[in-house]
């Protein structure tokens, strides 16, 4: 009965539907190939009003990219940290805030042709609750070699809100003039 049941559903299959090919989702490792390419030196501009640089750097033979961001007027005389890095089969960021908590993201979405890649929450160290004011989310959207946004969330007390979009533009740009 069970095989009859199984050429029913064939015979009834709408033409050339085992045809099409699956979309592939970039894998973590080529989303790690991507990010590493930002190592240089970036101007950021906020949407909330203020500017400032962020370095990026591959360090330990390249298997890690660590991001130092200075934004005096956002966060006078503070430097923070972000650091990105593949464990096994996961893109993981950590975030070394202002806040003084440490929250580690996880690549959720990578969009396919690596356009973009989503950070979601995935644990935090020095963070007593969920609920304490943290980093939430990232969200990475490449535009060209020279020109990148990234827009963060904060999460505290059980809600999420937009923090802020930041523009990144290369200060040495591998194809000439930047713009804004």
């Known amino acids: 009965m069970l095989a009859g049941l199984l ?36 101007d950021d501009y906020s949407t909330k009003g203020w500017a400032g640089r962020v370095s990026y750097a591959l360090v ?9 961001s200075q934004f005096e007027k956002a966060h006078p005389g503070e430097t923070m940290l972000t650091v990105f890095h593949l464990d096994g089969d996961r893109l993981l960021l950590t975030h070394y805030c202002v806040a003084r908590n440490q929250p580690r993201l996880e690549a959720t979405s990578i969009e396919e042709g690596l356009a973009s890649i989503t950070f ?33 969330t904060w999460y505290q007390d059980g809600k999420e809100s937009w923090m802020e979009e930041i523009r990144h533009t290369r200060r040495n740009p591998k194809g000439g003039a930047t713009r804004r």
């Open 7 to 42: 050429s029913i559903f064939l015979l009834a299959a709408p033409p050339g539907a085992g045809d099409a090919k699956p979309v592939s989702t970039p894998s973590p490792a080529a989303a790690f190939e991507k990010l590493k390419s930002l190592a240089g030196d970036w």
């Open 60 to 68: 330990a033979r390249g298997s890690v990219l660590v991001a130092t």
């Open 120 to 152: 979601t929450f995935r644990d935090a160290t020095n963070l007593p609750s969920r609920d304490k004011g943290h980093l939430d989310k990232a969200v990475f959207r490449f535009e060209d070699a020279d020109h990148f946004t990234s827009r963060w």
